[in-house]
């Protein structure tokens, strides 16, 4: 899930998020339209703020490919 959709979701502001998460409004968002990528810090409480709902995977779209039996 986008981070955008999460807080859309919960209906929380961004900058209500960036307080929790330790950044500013303005960080959470350029995460929020594609314009900044996380570190892993950020990411890692990106991913803590909202319950696992938005993965670091979410930010940089890798994709999963399961491996063969």
């Not at 703020?49 to 930010?59: I, K, L, Q, R, S």
Request: charged share 20%; net charge positive; glycine share 8%.
């Amino acid at each position: 899930m986008k981070l955008s959709e999460w807080l859309k979701a919960t209906k929380t502001k961004k900058s209500v998020f960036a307080d929790q998460i330790g950044v500013s409004p303005s960080t959470v968002t350029r995460l929020c339209d594609g314009s900044l990528m996380p570190n892993v810090e950020t990411a890692h409480r990106v991913w803590a703020e909202t319950g696992g709902a938005v993965t670091p995977n979410d930010f940089y779209g890798f994709v999963t490919v399961k491996a063969a039996s």
